[in-house]
Structures are given as structure tokens and as C-alpha cells.
């Protein structure tokens, strides 16, 4: 089962970093998946940050970087893994 928590509003492909509008609670460790047109990814928060610093969870109204394993691409939407 999946929950809908975000949407991906900016992606910095260089960096592998995706930012992150939060509608519920993220936390490192989760298992979360990424769907889109073309974006299917499936993996494990690792590093969460804001504003350059490094957090444990964010909730909903939010804006979060979080690195990603894969491109992504804004619009795609964000779903924690339950």
C-alpha cells in the first residue's frame, strides 16, 4: 500500500537532488516511490535537508531537497511505501 505525501517541484540533476512540496510526513529510512509519465523509482530516504541543513523528518507545507537514486522529473509524485 502507498500514501500519497508530495510532489517533486524542482530537480537538480547534477547534484541527484530533487526538492520536494510535503502534503504529509517524511522521514529518513522510509521506503518511498516516485511515479510519473516516465519516473518509476523505488528507494530509501537517505539524506533530507533544508535550507543546506541536514533534518531527521519534515511535514506536511513543507519544501524538502532530498537525494535521489535516479532522475526525476517535476510533477512526479511522491508516495511513502507503507
Known sequence: MEKHIGTVTHYYSRLSV?????IDEIRQGDEIHIKGHITDLVMTVASLEIEHQ???SAGPGMEVALKV???VREGDKLYKVM
Open 54 to 56: 541536514k533534518i531527521e
Open 18 to 22: 530533487a526538492v520536494l512540496n510535503l
Open 69 to 71: 537514486d535516479d532522475n
